[in-house]
């Protein structure tokens, strides 16, 4: 698995230098830790210790494009790191998020690689520094995953498929496949809100982080639908989902996020996040409250504050998030 990633990073380290267009590059490193009431030792993580993030860990972050005289061709992206696990092997893990080349077509955005699929709030919205969790870390989602897909904007919104693995973040090929598309009304990053739903099926492999949990093949086939709205100093988002894992149906899970920016340049950010669910006959809620502040343009302290009621899971961590362009 790590020389696919060291194969992976040559390969576009060595495109990028024949291409033409501009680049960027950034530094990242973050610190997080914390404590929970289930260990008995200072964490290093913010959710558990198979999972990728949050954790110890420094990075970087690049962009290519790829241009003419006339026109934007593509961007090649790869945003790698090396994190620390505290108790987990190997000791420093390293870790892949994206490492994609997105096409310019005529007919649509074509992205092969290592990005998004085409469902829910993850399709279209960056999580990969925050601390609140969303619906990947509940294996409902993968926030990103190897194959390929298609997006396009319209004047009324946009839809986007994808076809990839069903992996997750580690690179496996066992006849594992996830398909999934994504009808959205508004277009978040253009209109400031959106409105979609979404549809995916697929037989995925159990990972969590970049951890292969077993060898078999598991049945996974969700319907869904989110909201994302900002609005001055106030933004909302939502995301529902309905469907199958194997014999486990989740008969609905909600997760809605509320947040408030103030402070000039919206420096400082309370966050509210509610997640309720059924799986089969058995209930669950949690409920998690986070606060950032930038200090710095580049580094921004973050908190979270959750509770999970179903395994009693009380937790407090704090993240020192780093990102300067070099």
């Known amino acids: 698995m790590f020389m696919k990633r060291i194969l992976i990073l040559l390969f576009v380290s060595s495109f990028s230098s024949l291409i033409a267009g501009t680049s960027l590059l950034y530094l990242e490193a973050q610190g997080v830790g914390g404590f929970s009431n289930k260990a008995d030792h200072f964490i290093m993580y913010s959710d558990t210790q198979l999972e990728a993030m949050q954790k110890p860990s420094v990075g970087f972050d690049y962009v290519q494009k790829v241009s003419s005289s006339t026109k934007d061709i593509a961007t090649l992206a790869i945003q790698s790191r090396v994190a620390y696990n505290q108790t987990g092997k190997p000791v420093f893990e390293s870790q892949f998020y994206n490492a994609y080349i997105k096409f310019k077509t005529p007919v649509s955005d074509l992205w092969i690689g290592h990005d998004r699929p085409a469902q829910g709030l993850s399709s279209y919205l960056d999580y990969h520094a925050e601390l609140l969790h969303n619906f990947t870390m509940h294996g409902f989602e993968f926030d990103r995953d190897w194959g390929t897909g298609l997006s ?32 959205g009304y508004g277009v978040y990053n253009r209109d400031n ?106 580094l921004t302290f973050r908190s979270l504050l959750e509770y999970d009621h179903q395994s009693n899971l009380h937790m407090a961590v704090m993240q020192l998030y780093y990102y300067h362009r070099l």
């Not at 990839?164 to 496996?172: A, C, D, E, I, K």
């Open 193 to 298: 809100y959106t409105v979609g739903v979404s549809y995916s099926d697929g037989k995925v492999l159990n990972t969590v982080g970049y951890h292969l949990i077993d060898h078999d093949l598991h049945d996974m086939n969700f319907i869904g639908a989110d909201a994302s709205v900002a609005y001055s100093h106030f933004e909302g988002k939502f995301d529902f989902l309905s469907g199958k894992k194997d014999d486990v149906t989740i008969h609905y899970a909600l997760l809605s996020r509320f947040s408030v920016n103030i402070l000039p340049e919206n420096r400082l950010k309370f966050e509210s996040q509610p997640v309720i669910m059924q799986m089969n006959n058995l209930y669950n809620y949690k409920i998690a409250f986070g606060v950032s502040y930038t200090i710095l343009n580049d």
């Open 152 to 183: 396009r904007e319209f004047q009324w919104g946009d839809a986007s498929v994808s076809a990839t693995s069903g992996s997750g973040l580690p690179m496996y090929w066992r006849g594992n496949h996830y398909y999934s598309g994504r009808l």
